[in-house]
């Protein structure tokens, strides 16, 4: 696997990138279209150019706390599109499909287990033997849970024993 260097965005690859979405059909939700859309942009992936869209330049993308419309529209779209995120974005329209993605993964989905951590034991000693690695431990002791959920759970034991200690 060939790994490129990443390298901040210049003001000209910017401009570049904006008119080749205006160029290849802005209101095109198909995913496709990047590759075209790449191909102004030289030494860019479609990848790359996707995400600089999506999280730095196009304007209808929200920032901060979800509403409960946009929840919804989530939840229309995951069960119409499954975790195809760059038509899941589409219809959530104030989203990007990284912000999609993180929200279903870590909030809505409801596969997540919601129960009362009763582990606070098992998760210490995992990440004694594991270090940070969320999604490892997630993964063998905790399946169900999120590697956001146990992240959030560590710093929370480890603070109130910080504080009482």
Not at 6 to 28: F, I, Q, Y
Not at 30 to 41: C, E, L, M, Q
Not at 121 to 142: D, P, R
Request: aromatic share 8%; glycine share 4%.
């Amino acid at each position: 696997m060939v790994h490129r260097q990443r390298r901040s965005w210049t003001a000209e690859e910017d401009r570049l990138l904006r008119d080749a979405v205006d160029k290849e059909d802005p209101g095109n939700p198909n995913p496709s279209r990047w590759h075209a859309i790449a191909k102004h942009v030289p030494n860019r992936t479609n990848k790359d150019c996707r995400k600089r869209w999506v999280s730095n330049i196009a304007s209808d993308v929200s920032k901060g706390g979800w509403s409960t419309e946009e929840d919804e529209r989530l939840s229309v779209a995951i069960e119409k599109y499954g975790t195809r995120w760059s038509l899941v974005a589409s219809v959530v329209q104030t989203r990007n499909s990284d912000q999609c993605a993180k929200r279903w993964r870590d909030t809505l989905n409801p596969a997540i287990d919601r129960t009362n951590w009763s582990a606070e034991a098992m998760l210490l000693n995992a990440v004694k033997q594991h270090g940070k690695l969320w999604t490892k431990i997630v993964k063998l002791y905790f399946p169900g849970r999120t590697g956001l959920s146990a992240k959030n759970r560590y710093n929370s034991i480890t603070r109130s024993t910080e504080t009482r200690g």
